[in-house]
């Protein structure tokens, strides 16, 4: 069922398609030199971009990035922007942050990848043991990756091979990189397909995985009780539907049945790693039996891991031979490079501090405040959401409890409007939902312009 929506402006079709048309026209009209480079990328490049996600910006070509530093960037065309989409939280630490930089520097004229490890390997490890590995954690050993889907991939492996099951759980409407098992969701009837817009299913989602709605116990407890499921894949909040926050004791009770059933609690953070140094699994006390985390731990260089328990690791190193260490699906011979061992040290070390940390949620609360006060202005029946450093707005009248409610209340025509119009005002989110994230170099003035194109844009969608 989706959210409810409350009293409230109706929306004019018409008129948000002519809005639309206006600030299309007045992009164009701002951005020449994008426009030619945009020309120039088709001739060779599908959809005229290096990556096809890249043509889902709002507009009819890509802004093109000259320079990028901070929570700034400028175009081709000169123009300096607020940037609080952040490379989708693979640039949360800002762009070229100094330290990173230094450390990115050095590195490179030392060597980029040798398949040998660098001191820096231990310290990072060390580093994300101290952050993710206390409470009631026991998470304190890692391996390192180039991008959390291959972490998670590489989870998922160890997951069947150490406990002998086929299947994996994940949330409906979650997303976990482009990792197979993940591209499931529920049809109306509660049967697993392949998500809408699957690209090249290997098999049918519904040999490999079970689906349930976030925060149903019910629905997990029974997907658990086959008996054949390896591991729980989950973000402990839900963030690439819109932000969908866990209720009252719903990932304690996971802990429990997962633990009661013999699966594997897999916590993915690359996300939610806004809510605090350690994540939600630090924040909140999480007792996984793995963590991943990505993106945003290299400063923008690629760079992710995976933290397992002392009893995972030491399972993991008794049953894979070390004959077929190389070949058996796992790893790869650019993954904890030295350049992103490197990287990723300064940046957790230098930049992502737990001080840094206090200061973007500051003003990610600042940013949730800005938008809550322009829908009580205006009477929006919409609700805004914040985790940590991030926050997003969404077109229902209430939060969503799970995936599917979310995705009901979407809009795209919506959303592409209001993220034009914010760009057109030299403001970028991100072009998958309306989100904001906050960097260490963000400040009050860039969440202040946000605040301002999204009243201005309220009231022109109700008229006023």
Same mark, same amino acid.
């Given at each position: 069922?989706?959210?409810? %929506?409350?009293?409230?402006?109706?929306?004019?079709?018409?008129?948000?398609? %002519?809005?639309?048309?206006?600030?299309?026209?007045?992009?164009?009209?701002?951005?020449?030199?994008?426009?030619?480079?945009?020309?120039?990328?088709?001739?060779?490049?599908?959809?005229?971009?290096?990556?096809?996600?890249?043509?889902?910006?709002?507009?009819?070509?890509?802004?093109?990035?000259?320079?990028?530093?901070?929570?700034?960037?400028?175009?081709?065309?000169?123009?300096?922007?607020?940037?609080?989409?952040? @490379?989708? &939280?693979?640039?949360?630490?800002?762009?070229?942050?100094?330290?990173?930089?230094?450390?990115?520097?050095? %590195?490179?004229?030392?060597?980029?990848?040798?398949?040998?490890?660098?001191?820096?390997?231990?310290?990072?490890?060390?580093?994300?043991?101290? #952050?993710?590995?206390?409470?009631?954690?026991?998470?304190?050993?890692?391996?390192?990756?180039? &991008?959390?889907?291959?972490?998670?991939?590489?989870?998922? #492996?160890?997951?069947?091979?150490?406990?002998?099951?086929?299947?994996?759980?994940?949330?409906?409407?979650?997303?976990?990189?482009?990792?197979?098992?993940?591209?499931?969701?529920?049809?109306?009837?509660?049967?697993?397909?392949?998500?809408?817009?699957?690209?090249?299913?290997?098999?049918?989602?519904?040999?490999?995985?079970?689906?349930?709605?976030?925060?149903?116990?019910?629905?997990?407890?029974?997907?658990?009780?086959?008996?054949?499921?390896?591991?729980?894949?989950?973000?402990?909040?839900?963030?690439?539907?819109?932000?969908?926050?866990?209720?009252?004791?719903?990932?304690?009770?996971?802990?429990?049945?997962?633990?009661?059933?013999?699966?594997?609690?897999?916590?993915?953070?690359?996300?939610?790693?806004?809510?605090?140094?350690?994540?939600?699994?630090?924040?909140?006390?999480?007792?996984?039996?793995?963590?991943?985390?990505?993106?945003?731990?290299?400063?923008?260089?690629?760079?992710?891991?995976? @933290?397992?328990?002392?009893?995972?690791?030491?399972?993991?190193?008794?049953?894979?031979?070390?004959?077929?260490?190389?070949?058996?699906?796992?790893?790869?011979?650019?993954?904890?490079?030295?350049?992103?061992?490197?990287?990723?040290?300064?940046?957790?070390? %230098?930049?992502?501090?737990?001080?840094?940390?206090?200061?973007?949620?500051?003003?990610?609360?600042?940013?949730?405040?800005?938008?809550?006060?322009?829908?009580?202005? &205006?009477?929006?029946?919409?609700?805004?959401?914040?985790?940590?450093?991030?926050?997003?707005?969404?077109?229902?009248?209430?939060?969503?409890?799970?995936?599917?409610?979310?995705?009901?209340?979407?809009?795209?025509?919506?959303?592409?409007?209001?993220?034009?119009?914010?760009?057109?005002?030299?403001?970028?989110?991100?072009?998958?939902?309306?989100?904001?994230?906050?960097?260490?170099?963000? &400040?009050?003035?860039?969440?202040?312009?946000?605040?301002?194109?999204?009243?201005?844009?309220?009231?022109?969608?109700?008229?006023?």
């Amino acid at each position: 069922m989706a959210p409810t %929506q409350a009293p409230g402006p109706a929306l004019d079709r018409a008129r948000l398609a %002519q809005l639309h048309a206006d600030e299309t026209q007045r992009f164009i009209g701002t951005h020449p030199a994008c426009a030619r480079l945009a020309a120039a990328g088709h001739a060779h490049m599908p959809y005229g971009v290096p990556m096809s996600w890249m043509a889902k910006w709002p507009g009819p070509f890509a802004v093109h990035v000259e320079q990028a530093s901070g929570a700034r960037f400028t175009c081709a065309d000169g123009l300096e922007h607020v940037d609080l989409c952040l @490379g989708d &939280t693979g640039a949360m630490s800002g762009h070229a942050p100094a330290a990173t930089v230094d450390a990115i520097t050095a %590195q490179a004229s030392r060597g980029l990848t040798s398949m040998l490890p660098t001191a820096d390997a231990a310290l990072v490890a060390a580093e994300l043991s101290a #952050r993710f590995g206390g409470g009631p954690s026991r998470v304190a050993h890692w391996q390192f990756t180039l &991008t959390a889907t291959d972490a998670n991939r590489h989870v998922l #492996r160890y997951a069947r091979h150490l406990t002998g099951r086929s299947r994996v759980v994940v949330m409906d409407f979650c997303y976990h990189g482009s990792v197979d098992e993940a591209f499931a969701t529920l049809d109306p009837d509660g049967r697993v397909v392949p998500r809408r817009g699957t690209i090249g299913a290997p098999v049918p989602p519904d040999l490999t995985t079970r689906v349930v709605p976030f925060n149903d116990m019910d629905a997990l407890r029974d997907a658990l009780a086959h008996g054949d499921v390896a591991a729980v894949l989950l973000e402990p909040a839900l963030t690439n539907i819109g932000i969908v926050l866990p209720e009252p004791g719903y990932l304690d009770a996971v802990r429990a049945l997962t633990r009661e059933h013999g699966a594997w609690m897999v916590v993915d953070e690359t996300h939610t790693l806004c809510a605090g140094p350690g994540g939600c699994t630090a924040a909140w006390g999480l007792d996984p039996d793995v963590v991943v985390v990505g993106k945003t731990i290299g400063g923008g260089v690629p760079s992710a891991a995976f @933290g397992l328990t002392r009893e995972i690791a030491q399972s993991v190193q008794r049953r894979i031979e070390l004959e077929d260490i190389d070949v058996g699906g796992v790893g790869g011979t650019l993954a904890g490079n030295a350049l992103s061992m490197a990287a990723t040290r300064a940046t957790l070390t %230098q930049v992502l501090t737990p001080a840094a940390f206090a200061r973007m949620e500051e003003l990610a609360v600042r940013w949730t405040q800005g938008v809550q006060d322009v829908l009580d202005a &205006t009477g929006l029946p919409w609700h805004v959401t914040r985790l940590g450093a991030r926050a997003e707005y969404a077109f229902g009248a209430q939060a969503p409890r799970d995936g599917a409610q979310a995705a009901a209340s979407d809009d795209f025509a919506l959303q592409q409007y209001l993220h034009l119009q914010a760009l057109n005002r030299r403001v970028l989110l991100t072009p998958f939902h309306n989100m904001a994230l906050m960097s260490p170099a963000t &400040t009050q003035a860039d969440v202040d312009r946000h605040s301002e194109a999204f009243a201005e844009a309220a009231r022109a969608l109700i008229g006023a």
